[in-house]
């Protein structure tokens, strides 16, 4: 595994925890480039998980909850 696919290992990790700062500290240590792969392998990895205990369903609140979280942070409500 390459230094980013386990950047995406604990980052992953810290967020299903609610550790906002260390996942904070992995994503603002990286390079653009490193901050892409580390989103596509923790984004390929979470569908990868949902597909295989068939939570459509409950991915989907994920993402609408993603969508309110960022809106939350930016001040807004969606």
Same mark, same amino acid.
């Given at each position: 595994?390459? %230094?980013? @696919?386990?950047? &995406?290992? @604990? &980052?992953?990790?810290?967020?299903?925890?609610?550790?906002? %700062? +260390?996942?904070?500290?992995?994503? %603002?240590?990286?390079?653009?480039?490193?901050?892409?792969?580390?989103?596509?392998? @923790?984004?390929?990895?979470? +569908?990868? &998980?949902?597909? &295989?205990? %068939?939570?459509?369903?409950?991915?989907?609140?994920? +993402?609408?909850?993603?969508?309110?979280?960022?809106?939350?942070?930016? @001040?807004?409500?969606?």
């Amino acid at each position: 595994m390459s %230094d980013t @696919g386990l950047m &995406a290992c @604990g &980052a992953m990790i810290h967020a299903l925890r609610g550790n906002t %700062d +260390a996942l904070h500290l992995i994503l %603002d240590s990286l390079t653009p480039d490193e901050l892409r792969t580390v989103t596509f392998h @923790g984004m390929s990895g979470l +569908a990868e &998980a949902v597909r &295989a205990v %068939d939570a459509t369903h409950t991915a989907e609140q994920i +993402a609408l909850g993603i969508q309110t979280h960022a809106y939350q942070q930016k @001040g807004n409500t969606p």
